[in-house]
């Protein structure tokens, strides 16, 4: 039996009809032996089997009960490999050496407390420098709607992961794009929340970097979501409270945009889901957001930080592409990022004025289709000398600039079996107002049909 989602491995541990152990030797057979996808770079083995034993005695003592202050009892989750976990290794994605404490990074650790099961470590571009999951570390992970094409990332290997059933749910990062763009590639739900809601330790200098989950329906991400929130004093932007008052989640007023580029297929997709909000009676405008020298901006900041970490004798361990970005970085100086960051206040101040006007922003999460999985990106941004390697992504990237909440859920397919997702933007603080729409949308829009496993052997044979 494969994962099939948080609610639904919960309601089967109620009822009696799975064990803990049951799913979570299952979860990790199939880790291990059917992860035709090369999500996972480690699995679990007996720390996640004695935390499921602990999860049925609990079962078996309270009943019921059980879930009322450990929600994601006997849950399997998987967490991505840029992320510190006690009993597993995180390398990175990464042949460099990682420095930093074997400990549970915060939200994994409420992830345990909550009742999960960590069953093993998802596959991520090098320090999640890039939109795809290549790495000089481990295969790219390959989509599972069709193995030919990349999952998406960074995030890659946990997109990958929930949709083939793998684990209930996954932990993921998102510095650019990285949980939104591989969920909306793998058709499962991907949230970013309000930058701080959920702590992100170590600190990201560059305060692009949001922690968040990607699971099977919107309501499973919002229980992750919410078990994982709240502050942490290690990073000084958690626990922030929302600069918007709280908004009707009835009647709203939507902002759609419209990428320059969308291919046809994803924009007729995307088309269903626009039919569905009005059919919910919401009013919806077509909106433009303008800043100029916005991508550009956005690669002197990730440069610069990368640039900053980066020590020259490493460079031949680094992956190719990331040190194109590194040696770009190491051109710029105090006042180029200066200027990036002024790029950044001016996107805030208008994407404020936006939100006065609008509840939501919708929009096609990636307006392009999967490309190969050993790319980087479509044909005409994947040479990383170019430094166009997340510019086929205009509508995730601006909303890490800004830290607003920013969700993709499936919109249905295109008419070569592949997902396209549809991105939900609310103001600052609005996680609530966004999850909320989700849902609800969700109910009209139906999920896509699961992947069906395509002739590709384990990684192992290949």
């Known amino acids: 039996m494969t994962a099939r ?65 450990l929600p994601l009892l006997g849950v399997t989750v998987s967490v991505k490999d840029l992320l510190q976990t006690r009993d597993l290794p995180t390398v990175r994605g990464s042949l460099l050496p990682n420095a930093r404490p074997r400990e549970d990074a915060p939200a994994v650790a409420r992830l345990r407390a909550a009742g999960a099961v960590v069953v093993g470590k998802t596959a991520t571009s090098e320090y999640g420098w890039s939109a795809s999951t290549v790495s000089r570390v481990a295969p790219p992970t390959r989509n599972p709607y069709d193995p030919r094409l990349t999952a998406g990332g960074s995030s890659g290997g946990a997109a990958a992961a929930v949709a083939a059933g793998l684990c209930d749910a996954s932990l993921g990062t998102d510095g650019a794009g990285s949980i939104r763009i591989p969920a909306a590639f793998c058709g499962v739900v991907g949230y970013k929340p309000t930058l701080g809601r959920i702590p992100y330790v170590p600190n990201s200098a560059d305060r692009l970097a949001h922690q968040g989950p ?150 096609a999460t990636v307006p392009v289709e999967p490309f190969a999985a050993d790319a980087i990106g479509p044909s005409w941004a994947d040479d990383p000398r170019d430094l166009r390697w997340l510019a086929w992504a205009p509508g995730s990237y601006p909303f890490n600039m800004t830290g607003q909440p920013a969700l993709s859920l499936p919109a249905g397919l295109t008419r070569s079996g592949l997902p396209v997702g549809l991105q939900l933007v609310g103001p600052v603080g609005g996680d609530d107002l966004v999850l909320s729409l989700a849902g609800r949308l969700e109910s009209d829009l139906g999920t896509p049909t699961p992947p069906t496993a395509r002739a590709l052997e384990p990684a192992a044979a290949r």
């Open 5 to 69: 989602g948080v609610s639904h491995t919960r309601e089967l541990l109620r009822r009696g009809e799975l064990s803990a152990v049951e799913h979570t030797t299952a979860v990790l057979t199939a880790a291990r032996e059917r992860d035709t996808l090369d999500a996972y770079v480690a699995v679990a083995g007996e720390e996640a089997l004695r935390a499921a034993e602990r999860a049925d005695a609990r079962i078996r003592e309270l009943g019921s009960g059980a879930w009322r202050t």
């Open 214 to 363: 990607l699971a099977r329906t919107v309501a499973d991400a919002a229980l992750l979501g919410q078990v994982m929130a709240g502050p942490h004093p290690a990073d000084p932007d958690s626990g922030l409270g929302s600069l918007d008052a709280p908004r009707a989640d009835r009647m709203l007023r939507i902002g759609w945009i419209d990428y320059d580029g969308t291919a046809d297929e994803v924009r007729r997709v995307a088309g269903q889901a626009r039919l569905a909000l009005l059919g919910q009676g919401h009013l919806v405008e077509d909106v433009e957001v303008r800043c100029d020298r916005l991508y550009p901006a956005l690669v002197d900041l990730l440069a610069a930080s990368e640039a900053a970490g980066a020590r020259p004798e490493d460079d031949e361990w680094a992956d190719p592409g990331r040190l194109e970005v590194i040696r770009y970085g190491r051109t710029l100086g105090g006042a180029d990022v200066i200027r990036a960051e002024e790029v950044r206040q001016n996107l805030r101040a208008t994407l404020r004025t936006v939100m006065d006007r609008y509840d939501v922003l919708a929009m």
